[in-house]
């Protein structure tokens, strides 16, 4: 290799430690896909349909185009609504709930639907989109 003049550039960049970076990398991310948790192979047994009762239903509010509110497909006022949704609060204290609001809607019929589902103390809320591509 020739000596390096004070006002000469380098002419070439050394890839050598960038290169073995990058295989550490690979080796690492390699090493870490195989690494996920296996788990031993059993046979699970089977129980009836009774059995997933832990998990409660998910509750479904929609908010119409009009402002109408809905409570899995049956028309509800807000007073229904919160009846309904403290009988099932009695029932199962923690349970899911979607809001669906139509993108027509005005706002303030969804943000009415989301302070009763706040004064309830409903904390488990969703609220449904569609995703643009679709």
């Known amino acids: 290799m020739q000596a390096q003049s004070e006002g000469k550039p380098y002419d070439d960049i050394n890839i050598t430690p960038m290169l073995d970076l990058a295989y550490v990398l690979l080796v690492i991310f390699i090493l870490m896909c195989t690494a996920a948790i296996q788990g031993m192979k059993v046979n699970l047994p089977t129980a009836s349909k009774g059995?997933?009762?832990?998990?409660?239903?998910?509750?479904?509010?929609?908010?119409?185009?009009?402002?109408?509110?809905?409570?899995?497909?049956?028309?509800?006022?807000?007073?229904?609504?919160?009846?309904?949704?403290?009988?099932?609060?009695?029932?199962?204290?923690?349970?899911?709930?979607?809001?669906?609001?139509?993108?027509g809607t005005q706002y303030q019929k969804i943000m009415d639907v989301l302070d009763l589902l706040g004064r309830l103390g409903i904390s488990q809320v969703g609220l449904a989109t569609k995703s643009q591509g679709k």
């Open 51 to 103: 059995a997933n009762l832990g998990k409660p239903k998910t509750k479904a509010i929609s908010v119409n185009s009009e402002g109408r509110v809905f409570l899995d497909t049956i028309p509800v006022s807000l007073e229904e609504l919160q009846q309904r949704l403290l009988q099932q609060k009695a029932q199962t204290p923690e349970f899911p709930v979607v809001v669906a609001g139509d993108s």
